[in-house]
């Protein structure tokens, strides 16, 4: 089954403590985005990459980083965590850019106290 | 970057046509407009996608006048499954791929 998967699925964690939520797609898509979704904000992209070793900012990259060293693996990882990113967030693939048609995943519900 | 502009929310009665608008003015020549659904809790889901006049699937039908700075999602005889976030998206197949998804449209489908 052609799927996005996130991982975990919910995360309460402490200020500063770094973690990682893992992306993972299966079906060989070169685009990979990360979004965090807010009560009122909509959706947000926080980083993209278009292909293996190729990122490049959305629009609120602080306080995140991402790798793509390998195709189907796109890792959103926050190094100091603070509390306003607690948020919901969403990773989405896609078989040619963000434009076309996006697979978005079941989302990751981080806490951050 | 293109925004998109749509209205917070919207109600309509169950068995209704239900016509979502969205605004782009700064659309460029070589964007095309995408429409999401979203559940609560859910990820986004891919309704339509089209570039000029008008798109129909089996779900939905997209319509984009000439200037192409505004579209409207049409959903035919909605039912209580329909309640949902619908975002409206602005872009290009190949370049920069920043995207903007706004803050969608709230539509509450009512018995």
């Known amino acids: 089954e052609a799927q996005v998967t996130q991982n975990p699925r919910y995360l309460i964690t402490v200020t500063g403590k770094k973690l990682t939520v893992t992306c993972s797609q299966n079906?060989?898509?070169?685009?990979m985005s990360w979004y965090r979704q807010d009560p009122g904000l909509g959706l947000r992209q926080i980083y993209y990459s278009m292909n293996v070793e190729v990122t490049d900012k959305g629009d609120v990259p602080e306080g995140y980083k991402v790798s793509r060293k390998e195709k189907r693996n796109f890792p959103l990882i926050l190094e100091s965590p603070s509390p306003n990113q607690t948020s919901l967030y969403f990773c989405a693939s896609s078989s040619r850019t963000g434009a076309y048609e996006q697979y978005f995943g079941p989302g990751t519900r981080l806490t951050v106290t | 970057l293109a925004k998109t502009t749509q209205p917070i929310s919207m109600d309509s009665y169950e068995g209704q046509e239900v016509n979502i608008t969205c605004s782009h003015n700064n659309i460029a020549t070589n964007d095309y407009i995408t429409w999401y659904q979203q559940f609560p809790s859910q990820g986004p889901r891919f309704i339509i996608q089209?570039?000029?006049t008008k798109v129909t699937n089996e779900v939905a039908s997209l319509f984009i006048p000439a200037d192409r700075k505004s579209s409207t999602l049409s959903l035919p005889r909605v039912s209580l499954s329909d309640t949902a976030v619908y975002y409206c998206?602005?872009?290009?197949?190949?370049?920069?791929?920043?995207?903007?998804f706004g803050k969608g449209n709230q539509v509450v489908v009512i018995p």
């Open positions: 089209g570039y000029k």
């Open positions: 079906m060989n898509h070169e685009y």
């Open positions: 998206l602005v872009g290009r197949f190949y370049g920069n791929n920043r995207l903007a």
